[in-house]
Structure formats: C-alpha cells, structure tokens
C-alpha cells in the first residue's frame, strides 16, 4: 500500500496570465491560474512563481513553439543608418 503523504497531488487549472522578469542570470517565471471556470475573487487565481536559468528558460520557449506549432517571432537588424542615428 501506498504511503499516502509520499502520493503525486496534480493539481489541474486554466491559465489566465503570466509574467517575467531577469534577474541577474535567472529568469523569475510567474504563472496565474483559476481552477473554476468563473471565479469570484482574486483569492481564486493562484499564482507560482518558478526560478529558471537563462538556459531553462529558452529550452521551455522552443519547446512551447514546437508543441503549438507556432514560430518565433523574427527579430530584424538594425540597418547601419539606425544604429548611426540612434545611439
């Protein structure tokens, strides 16, 4: 029989908002999400908060790009008149 306080809690939710910020060589990855489909109060969205390398943070990009079948948005290079003009 399994040890009931050693058992796997998954907790399930719809997510409805994230944030991020640097912080130094770590990423700060918050998550918002509501576990009812109409929530009443703010006390309804739970929120974590993941510390992630730089490194981490990239690989969980791609693979959220691969998974949804999207791209990344292209970056376009500054031409040499922007970068003169815009220092």
């Known amino acids: 029989m399994e040890n009931p306080s050693s ?3 998954e907790a399930y ?3 409805v908002g994230w944030t991020g ?3 130094g060589d770590r990423v700060i990855l918050k998550l918002e999400s509501i576990r009812s489909a109409h929530p ?6 739970q929120d974590f908060r993941y510390f992630l390398t730089r490194s981490q943070a ?5 693979y959220l790009y691969e998974i949804s079948g999207q791209t990344p948005a292209l970056q376009h290079r500054r ?3 922007s970068k003169l003009l815009h220092r």
């Open 7 to 9: 058992a796997k809690c």
């Open 13 to 15: 939710g719809a997510l």
């Open 21 to 23: 910020e640097r912080l």
């Open 40 to 45: 009443q109060s703010d006390e309804d969205v």
């Open 58 to 62: 990239a690989v969980l990009a791609n």
């Open 79 to 81: 031409g040499w008149l």
